[in-house]
C-alpha cells in the first residue's frame, strides 16, 4: 500500500500563484511514475502533469509553460508549482502514483485525497 497526502492548496488572485506539495509513504518501491490531476466541478478529471522516476515529465497543453512538476526523492514528495494561474485552474487537484509511465496516465493505482485550487478573477 502507498499513501498520498496533498497540501498546499487554496484561494489566489489570477496572475498568483501557488505549490501544491504529495507527500507519499508506504511501498513507495513499486512507483515509477507521478502525476496531478485535476477535477473541475461538473467536469471529467484530467491529467495535468506527469513525471517519471527517471525525471521524464509530461504537460497537458493547458498548462504548459506555466505549471512545473518536480519530485524530491530524500523526502518522497511530488510537486507542482503554478504559476500565472487562471480562473479556469480552479479544480479539485489530485496527487497520483502508478507502476509504469503508461498506467500514471490511464489507471493509477494510488491516489490522495485532493487539494482544492481556487483563482478568482
Known amino acids: 500500500q502507498m499513501q498520498l497526502v496533498e497540501s498546499g492548496g487554496g484561494l489566489v488572485q489570477a496572475g498568483g500563484s501557488l505549490r501544491l506539495s504529495c507527500a507519499a509513504s508506504?511501498?513507495?518501491?513499486?512507483?515509477?511514475?507521478m502525476g496531478w490531476y485535476r477535477q473541475a466541478p461538473g467536469k471529467g478529471r484530467e491529467l495535468v502533469a506527469s513525471?517519471?522516476?527517471?525525471?521524464?515529465?509530461s504537460y497537458a497543453t493547458s498548462v504548459k509553460d506555466r505549471f512545473t512538476i518536480s519530485r524530491d526523492n530524500t523526502k518522497n514528495t511530488l510537486y507542482l508549482q503554478m504559476n500565472s494561474l487562471k480562473p479556469e485552474d480552479t479544480a479539485m487537484y489530485y496527487c497520483?502514483?502508478?507502476?509504469?509511465?503508461?498506467?500514471?496516465?490511464?489507471?493509477?493505482?494510488?491516489w490522495g485525497q485532493g487539494t482544492q485550487v481556487t483563482v478568482s478573477s
Open positions: 497520483a502514483a502508478a507502476e509504469s509511465w503508461i498506467a500514471v496516465a490511464t489507471t493509477p493505482r494510488y
Open positions: 508506504g511501498n513507495i518501491f513499486s512507483i515509477n511514475a
Open positions: 513525471i517519471s522516476t527517471g525525471g521524464r515529465t
